[in-house]
T-cell receptor, first 111, second 115 residues
Framework: QKEVEQNSGPLSVPEGAIASLNCTYS??????FFWYRQYSGKSPELIMS????GDKEDGRFTAQLNKASQYVSLLIRDSQPSDSATYLC???????????FGTGTRLQVFP | GAVVSQHPSWVICKSGTSVKIECRSL??????MFWYRQFPKQSLMLMAT?????????EQGVEKDKFLINHASLTLSTLTVTSAHPEDSSFYIC???????????FGSGTQLSVL
């Protein structure tokens, strides 16, 4: 069974701060990595996707990937209370369309 | 962006009855759809991969005779929970992607409560 691990949190940060979310995965040949945001009782929505080593920025979000360390992270700059949600890391399974999700990190941004 | 429609959004049923959940890709064709289940405060667990025109592929530990999947067209997959029991109460979410390595889009989910 492929594993994707995340700290369940909650991660509490003040409004305006940088939130850093981390994820490790065990499938060394995974090629596609995704961050989803999920509000309580709702389905996940895609925040970022990243496929190659390094950083990828989109607005206030930056995804970082290090395949050698099997590590992917998400940085949220200028955190807002509306960013409070559970963030799910997802990794593709080798040679398939399937995504395996981590348990998610609950982020709380307080005013 | 691509839209995946799922309904019903919630359903309450008696133990022993069957419940059907529909998942539609509205603006793209999906030869493959995925069904996930999520218990409270847990992550999404992949149940099965639905393949248009052929049998679904179930993940280890998922009973294929209990969770019937039908993918009769390129835009519709259904999940039927047969003889539902309280332990089947969960949030069921379908997903699909327009192509390999494309973004995975999720339906809005179905909250199933079995009394």
């Amino acid at each position: 069974q492929k594993e994707v691990e995340q700290n369940s949190g909650p991660l509490s940060v003040p409004e305006g701060a940088i939130a850093s979310l981390n994820c490790t995965y065990s499938d060394r040949v995974s090629q596609s990595f995704f961050w989803y945001r999920q509000y309580s009782g709702k389905s996940p929505e895609l925040i970022m996707s990243i496929y190659s080593n390094g950083d990828k920025e989109d607005g206030r979000f930056t995804a970082q990937l290090n395949k050698a360390s099997q590590y992917v992270s998400l940085l949220i700059r200028d955190s807002q209370p509306s960013d409070s949600a559970t963030y799910l890391c997802a990794v593709n399974v080798e040679d398939t369309d399937k995504l395996i999700f981590g348990t998610g990190t609950r982020l709380q941004v307080f005013p | 962006g691509a839209v995946v429609s799922q309904h019903p959004s919630w359903v309450i049923c008696k133990s022993g009855t069957s419940v059907k959940i529909e998942c539609r890709s509205l603006d793209f064709q999906a030869t493959t759809m995925f069904w996930y289940r999520q218990f409270p405060k847990q992550s999404l667990m992949l149940m099965a991969t639905s393949n248009e025109g052929s049998k679904a592929t179930y993940e280890q530990g998922v009973e294929k005779d209990k969770f019937l999947i039908n993918h009769a067209s390129l835009t519709l997959s259904t999940l039927t929970v047969t003889s539902a029991h309280p332990e089947d109460s969960s949030f069921y979410i379908c997903s699909a992607r327009p192509g390999v390595r494309e973004k995975l889009f999720f339906g809005s989910g179905t909250q199933l409560s079995v009394l």
